[in-house]
């Protein structure tokens, strides 16, 4: 049973920066393939970032250059800090595992419904 606990939204002004965290818990094997997604109303969820179980990371092109997704596996924890944010980026971020090849999770950024296991959520808000 894997459990994803997520934290570290808020607001903030554009230019400004958060970091997020998701604990994870549960078997390493579920763990391999970890990203953060987001979904804002009236919008369908989007992939932001994945990180694999090699330590290669993806990116969407929106938040390529502004975010850094990274994990501290000794105490699962999967972070993305979120630097220079702009108003679009305004969502519901949510964390996300499975137990995906490093090229399964590359291509996975696109295709959220892939994810089994999620967390709750966490705001961000960030205004003009």
């Known amino acids: 049973q894997v459990q994803l606990v997520e934290s570290g939204g808020g607001s903030v002004q554009s230019g400004g920066s958060l970091r997020l965290s998701c604990a994870a818990s549960?078997?390493?094997?579920?763990?391999?393939?970890m990203g953060w997604f987001r979904q804002s109303p009236g919008k369908e969820r989007e992939g932001v970032a994945l990180?694999?179980?090699?330590?290669?990371?993806t990116y969407s092109d929106s938040v390529k250059g502004r975010f850094t997704i990274s994990r501290d596996s000794a105490n699962d924890t999967l972070y993305l800090q979120m630097n220079s944010l702009k108003p679009e980026d305004t969502a519901m971020y949510s964390c996300?595992?499975?137990?995906?090849?490093?090229?399964?999770?590359?291509?996975?950024?696109?295709?959220?419904?892939?994810?089994?296991?999620w967390g709750q959520g966490t705001q961000v808000t960030v205004s003009s």
């Open positions: 996300a595992a499975d137990n995906f090849s490093p090229r399964n999770c590359r291509v996975s950024v696109a295709d959220p419904r892939s994810f089994d296991n």
């Open positions: 990180i694999d179980g090699l330590s290669a990371t």
């Open positions: 549960g078997p390493t094997y579920k763990l391999m393939c």
